[in-house]
């Protein structure tokens, strides 16, 4: 099973700080939260919005999440269903982040 978010990837991306990696999932929470109150399929915005995440996912290892979002590379091609999709993997990844900064990872 995949894991939701990769912590041997994060622990590369941070050379193996773990303060930064604390610091880094606390700004993903934040990141994710503010995301969640504005994704629209009608923003104009939403491209750029969703590109911004899928880094902050990749960043993280949260690859599940950098697929299901790199779905919005062409918009045109998106569906009403894929932005439930994002959204779900959105909170997912939230919650697993949020869980391992409680649980000290």
Known sequence: MVPVIDL???NRQTLGDRDISVEILRLFVQQMDATLGG????????TDQVHTLKGS???????QLAT??????????????DLDDLVAAIQVAKNEASHL???GF
């Open 8 to 10: 041997e990837h994060l």
């Open 39 to 46: 994704l629209s399929f009608e923003d104009e915005d939403l």
């Open 57 to 63: 996912a990749r960043g993280i290892g949260a690859w």
């Open 68 to 81: 299901i979002a790199e779905r919005f590379a062409k918009p045109q091609d998106c569906r009403e269903e």
């Open 101 to 103: 900064l409680r649980e």
